[in-house]
């Protein structure tokens, strides 16, 4: 069990776009998956790009069975690895909700996202991923692969009067919940 520190908005490692995974079901690419898992787990985080460990490599893991204390009311999302991925929106129609993340924490804001996708990729495997998700499970899928593309959600908020410190905006959720 390997737990890494997450990277923090303003390192240049979070803005670059990862490498494509060329190698599958490989000892270093397990790690990498269980160290996600790990990290993202120990932070209560409901998805974790390896970018955010560090790791320049297109992988995410999300989801979990159990409910998330960062985000008590929002559906499940089933757990997955996900590895060179590609969304496809599946029409034009947004959805505005409240986003936050382990690499900016203490904060959320209002993020614009498809509303319903499609996404492909592999699991750690080499299996083919192939899912359309809707909702929370997009939004879930959307925010870890901008981690991939050197995207941060705060780059992605239109209107900033919707943007600030969780504990102002949340009173319910602690900020050790959210760090």
Same mark, same amino acid.
């Given at each position: 069990?390997?737990?890494?520190?997450?990277?923090?908005?303003?390192?240049?490692?979070?803005?670059?776009?990862?490498?494509?995974?060329?190698?599958?079901?490989?000892?270093?690419?397990?790690?990498?998956?269980?160290?996600?898992?790990?990290?993202?787990?120990?932070?209560?985080?409901?998805?974790?790009?390896?970018?955010?460990?560090?790791?320049?490599?297109?992988?995410?893991?999300?989801?979990?069975?159990?409910?998330?204390?960062?985000?008590?009311?929002?559906?499940?999302?089933?757990?997955?690895?996900?590895?060179?991925?590609?969304?496809?929106?599946?029409?034009?129609?947004?959805?505005?909700?409240?986003?936050?993340?382990?690499?900016?924490?203490?904060?959320?804001?209002?993020?614009? *996202?498809? =509303?319903?996708?499609?996404?492909? /990729? +592999?699991?750690?495997?080499?299996? @083919?991923?192939?899912?359309? %998700? &809707?909702?929370?499970?997009?939004?879930?899928?959307?925010?870890?692969?901008?981690?991939?593309?050197?995207?941060?959600?705060?780059? *992605?908020? =239109?209107?900033?009067?919707?943007? /600030? +410190?969780?504990?102002?905006?949340? @009173?319910?959720?602690?900020? %050790? &919940?959210?760090?």
């Amino acid at each position: 069990m390997a737990i890494y520190p997450i990277l923090k908005m303003g390192d240049a490692r979070l803005l670059r776009t990862a490498q494509p995974v060329t190698e599958f079901d490989t000892d270093a690419l397990h790690q990498l998956v269980q160290d996600l898992l790990d990290t993202m787990r120990d932070a209560n985080g409901a998805g974790l790009a390896a970018p955010q460990i560090g790791v320049d490599l297109q992988v995410v893991f999300f989801g979990s069975p159990d409910r998330n204390p960062r985000y008590p009311d929002r559906p499940l999302v089933p757990p997955t690895v996900l590895v060179n991925p590609v969304i496809t929106p599946l029409s034009d129609e947004e959805e505005d909700d409240w986003e936050g993340c382990l690499s900016v924490p203490g904060l959320r804001g209002m993020v614009p *996202r498809w =509303r319903k996708i499609r996404y492909t /990729g +592999f699991d750690q495997y080499g299996d @083919p991923i192939d899912r359309v %998700a &809707e909702g929370f499970h997009a939004r879930v899928v959307q925010h870890e692969c901008d981690h991939l593309w050197g995207k941060l959600y705060p780059m *992605r908020v =239109r209107d900033f009067s919707q943007f /600030g +410190f969780t504990e102002v905006l949340f @009173p319910g959720i602690s900020a %050790a &919940e959210d760090d």
